[in-house]
């Protein structure tokens, strides 16, 4: 059975930056072999994208809000996916998931069949 693990939500203010990873865990589970994206879901609102990295690493695609603030890299020898997140604003608030699709990198959220439960980010004005 396969496991996606997201750590390193909290709270921090306006303009600072947070780092979160993604740890995958199962017997025959690689990073490697999934493209791997980042989700949120605020208050009230759909789940959305936030970034995805391609299975072998060399592509990335950011959602425009996030684009120039934000980095997602993968670490193949730990398992993980991490997301930097830098000049964080109020509406970056949300809960963060990482997810794993098994074919070539995608936005779209119904894509991803694997999830974690998510990390909860706050941003305080």
């Known amino acids: 059975q396969v496991h996606l693990v997201e750590t390193g939500g909290g709270l921090v203010q306006a303009g600072g930056s947070l780092r979160l990873s993604c740890a995958a865990s199962?017997?025959?589970?690689?990073?490697?072999?999934?493209?791997m994206g980042w989700f949120r879901q605020a208050p009230g609102k759909e789940r959305e994208f936030v970034a995805a990295?391609?299975?072998?690493?060399?592509?990335?695609f950011y959602a425009d809000s996030v684009k120039g603030r934000f980095a997602i890299s993968g670490d193949n020898a730990k398992n993980t996916v991490n997301l930097q997140m830098n000049s964080l604003i109020v509406e970056d608030t949300a809960v963060y998931y990482c997810?794993?699709?098994?074919?070539?990198?995608?936005?779209?959220?119904?894509?991803?069949?694997?999830w974690g439960q998510g990390t909860q980010v706050t941003i305080s004005s």
């Open positions: 997810a794993a699709h098994p074919l070539s990198v995608t936005a779209a959220t119904s894509s991803y069949v694997i």
């Open positions: 199962g017997r025959t589970f690689s990073i490697s072999s999934y493209s």
């Open positions: 990295i391609s299975r072998s690493g060399g592509r990335t």
